[in-house]
């Protein structure tokens, strides 16, 4: 037993006039979504800015351990020229000042003299 259908008996609504009605929670749920990523990336306190600040202070931590680092340098410097005679007498020869009782004696520095230049082999060849 056959039985013979028609296309009209088999159609199949192209459209459902619901579908938008069944999409609405789903745009405003993803509307949401991005824009509280929206928010939370670009906002003051937000991830970017956050990231930003993380860099800033391991830059500045750096530079603060750097200027511990030299601080201390400067304190033995400053205890060494208090106290140590041989570095006090160091940093006045650096300063070009002598004890009493000596004398300076100034060398002129030896000026080289130029090369000439060599003429060139063949340069008076005819």
């Known amino acids: 037993m056959r039985r013979n259908t028609r296309l009209t008996?088999?159609?199949i609504p192209l459209r459902d006039p619901n579908r938008k009605?069944?999409?609405?929670?789903?745009?405003?749920?993803a509307a949401l979504v991005?824009?509280?990523?929206?928010?939370?990336?670009?906002?003051?306190t937000g991830i970017i800015d956050s990231w930003r600040l993380r860099?800033?202070?391991?830059?500045?931590?750096?530079?603060?351990e750097k200027l511990r680092q030299e601080n201390a340098q400067?304190?033995?410097?400053?205890?060494?020229l208090r106290g140590n005679p041989a570095v006090i007498e160091q940093e006045a020869r650096r300063l070009g000042l002598i004890?009493?009782?000596e004398n300076?004696?100034?060398?002129?520095?030896?000026?080289?003299?130029?090369?000439q230049a060599s003429p060139k082999p063949g340069a008076n060849r005819p």
């Open 9 to 11: 008996d088999m159609t």
């Open 21 to 29: 009605k069944r999409r609405l929670p789903l745009f405003i749920a």
């Open 34 to 44: 991005i824009a509280v990523v929206f928010i939370s990336l670009f906002r003051d």
């Open 55 to 64: 860099k800033t202070e391991r830059q500045l931590r750096g530079e603060v």
């Open 74 to 80: 400067l304190k033995r410097t400053v205890e060494d």
């Open 99 to 101: 004890k009493e009782g």
């Open 104 to 115: 300076v004696i100034v060398v002129p520095q030896r000026q080289e003299p130029r090369p």
